[in-house]
């Protein structure tokens, strides 16, 4: 007989894989209509191995091959179809830009839902890029991350763009596979930034570390 502790751990293990995908927490975004569900807000937007893309494990080295400067630039330039989820655009997948801006975090915390894949991730602010790694499922460990936002206080307020290409590799191949996001920020007191939805509260991985990210 299978002990029920390992019956236990293996479910919950399953489960973590059937979920572990990737949304930014704090600041909030602001949803398209009729995205209001968890599951649907960390789906990503395409799988690239089913548009005609070589994925392979070295993103980055075939990314610097073809032509793309960085992630934001294959994330915006390269030809892919959003169509995992109905709704979301090229631009900001299933986030608005309209709409009331956030505060900027006080405290320059971001909170998401962890990184559960290989692969490169940014965050510009505008144009400005205030974080990047090349795999950020190694180099960001924990849920909770600091970055500066001094560029967009002193403008007052500013975009927030998330892109992450999450690597796996899934019944026998690579697999790219993209989320992204734009937040509206304010240096005022206004919008609702600094709570987390319930749709989005249950977290999944490791904790609260604070890493801190100045580029």
Not at 3 to 21: D, E, K, Q, R, Y
């Amino acid at each position: 007989m299978v002990p029920l502790l390992l019956v236990a751990i293996v479910l919950l293990s399953n489960s973590l894989t059937a979920v572990a995908h990737q949304l930014i927490q704090q600041p909030e975004p602001i949803w398209k209509p009729g995205i209001n569900d968890r599951d649907t807000r960390r789906r990503p937007l395409a799988f690239l191995e089913s548009q005609g893309f070589p994925c392979q494990e070295d993103f980055n080295g075939w990314r610097a091959q073809n032509g793309y400067k960085d992630l934001r630039d294959f994330m915006d330039r390269a030809k892919y179809v959003t169509s995992v989820t109905p709704g979301a655009d090229q631009t900001c997948g299933l986030t608005e830009l309209k709409g009331p801006p956030r505060p900027i975090p006080k405290d320059g915390a971001m909170r998401s839902t962890g990184y559960t894949h290989d692969g490169p991730c940014a965050i510009y602010l505008d144009d400005e890029l205030v974080m990047e790694y090349d795999n950020c499922h190694e180099s960001i460990p924990g849920r909770t991350y600091k970055i500066d936002f001094s560029s967009c206080q002193k403008k007052g307020g500013c975009t927030l763009y998330w892109f992450w290409l999450g690597i796996r590799f899934v019944k026998s191949r690579w697999s790219w596979q993209v989320y992204k996001e734009c937040i509206p920020l304010t240096a005022g007191g206004g919008g609702n930034g600094g709570n987390v939805s319930r749709a989005d509260h249950a977290d999944y991985g490791s904790g609260g570390d604070i890493l801190v990210f100045l580029i």
